[in-house]
């Protein structure tokens, strides 16, 4: 099974900026997606944005504009860079690769947008 292991998660204030770090380990095949995803306190977990093996990216509406999801093909690695985060972006934010019959979670870090 492959591991996810995230970071850059943090407290940042209303129009700040993060970027956040998702590692991947193990046997990663040539063709996955990779995503973001985030769960706020009393709600469904929601997919921000993807990226699959050949490259094509997705966002949510919300995010559009704001936040990238990008890859270092090399280390297998993706970050989600955010910026102008409003409150509304306070949640825990999870890694997550599909790569059938392989469906891996991070840990989730914690993204907090406060005055």
């Known amino acids: 099974q492959v591991q996810l292991v995230e970071s850059g998660g943090g407290l940042v204030q209303p129009g700040g900026s993060l970027r956040l770090s998702c590692a991947a380990s193990?046997?990663?095949?040539?063709?996955?997606?990779m995503g973001w995803y985030r769960q706020a306190p009393g709600k469904q977990r929601e997919l921000v944005a993807a990226?699959?093996?050949?490259?094509?990216?997705t966002y949510a509406d919300s995010v559009k504009g704001r936040f990238t999801i990008s890859r270092d093909n090399a280390n297998n690695t993706i970050y989600l860079q955010m910026n102008t985060l409003k409150p509304e972006g306070t949640a825990v934010y999870y890694c997550?690769?599909?790569?059938?019959?392989?469906?891996?979670w991070g840990q989730g870090t914690q993204v907090t947008v406060s005055s």
């Open positions: 193990g046997n990663i095949r040539s063709v996955y997606i």
């Open positions: 990226i699959i093996s050949g490259g094509s990216t």
């Open positions: 997550n690769l599909k790569s059938p019959p392989q469906n891996c």
